[in-house]
């Protein structure tokens, strides 16, 4: 099965290289902010929103990637849009991308999809964000039927938000590199979408802990489609999230290709497992990140 997976993959190389990619996308970004998955820290704002963002900006972290959008109501964390784009401006922080709630219209109608696309595309134009990202997809639909669909829907999507002056983008997990009948779920992804209209974002984890192609050989397959990346490290032993310097994975290869990939916004990212609570999490990892690998961004 390993083996099967592995062809599988590396079988994908040649046709995917062959996709048109803007090669206006390669290396046009330089002196990255600092970026974090606020998710990363949700219980902190949950519990208080304006407290965890001023320490969030007080550990140096510049840039956000936010989840958990309200499209009826216009609102994040409970704020409507505007009102939390003063509340970000007055901490002194920006952001980029939000993880918005697409996969909830995984099996609805046209219209409503798009309605919420039209929702999330007016909230961040107002927060001042690039992306729109797409971040999850049901087990149900994870079968090769289901990533057929799902390729359709991306393109879809993709053409919207670029209509509305937007970025759109794909966030992978770890059940994309599985095997369906021979297929992979991340090579449909790829293969049977426009790179001009879905962009990438990569997580370095995931790809670490599930596919058996490198995240450097991913990108080699598509330069300039991996626009945002996730970055966070794998525990040892346990192979679970664990704070940057804690862990397994070998990053300085893969940051040595953020030309290459068309990196424009990076975010370290924890899901859990911390050490000793989210917030020491946050500090940690961006002690170690600033030590190590700042002079690659």
Known sequence: MQRRKFITQTSSLIPLTLLPVPVLSL???????????????????EADPIGCLRQVRALGYEDLE???????????????????????????????????????????????LMTYVEQCIKGAHILGQQYITWPWLDPQFRNIEGYKKLAGMLNRIGERVLAGGLGFA????????????????????????????????????WVAHDSLLSSNQWIDLQPGRFVMWHIKDMHKESRDYTELGNGSIDFY????????????????????NYAVNSMQSITDSAAYFKKHFTKYF
């Not at 290396?27 to 704002?45: C, E, H, I, P, S």
């Not at 068309?262 to 859990?272: D, F």
């Open 27 to 45: 290396g046009t970004k330089t002196n990255y902010k600092f970026g974090l998955q606020l998710y990363t820290v949700r219980d902190a704002m």
């Open 66 to 112: 936010l989840y958990g959008f309200d499209g009826e109501k216009g609102e994040y964390y409970g704020y409507k849009a505007k009102d939390f784009k003063r509340i970000l401006e007055d901490e002194g922080l920006t952001t980029s991308s939000c993880h918005y709630g697409l996969p909830a219209f995984f099996d609805q109608s046209e219209s409503k």
């Open 170 to 205: 794909y966030h992978n997990h770890g059940f994309e590199f599985e095997e369906h009948r021979g297929e992979v779920g991340y090579d449909i992804i790829m293969s049977e979408t426009d790179p001009n209209l879905v962009k990438l974002q990569l997580d370095l984890y």
């Open 253 to 272: 290869p893969i940051f040595l290709e953020t030309k290459k990939a068309g990196l424009e916004y990076y975010y370290l990212e924890q899901g859990g």
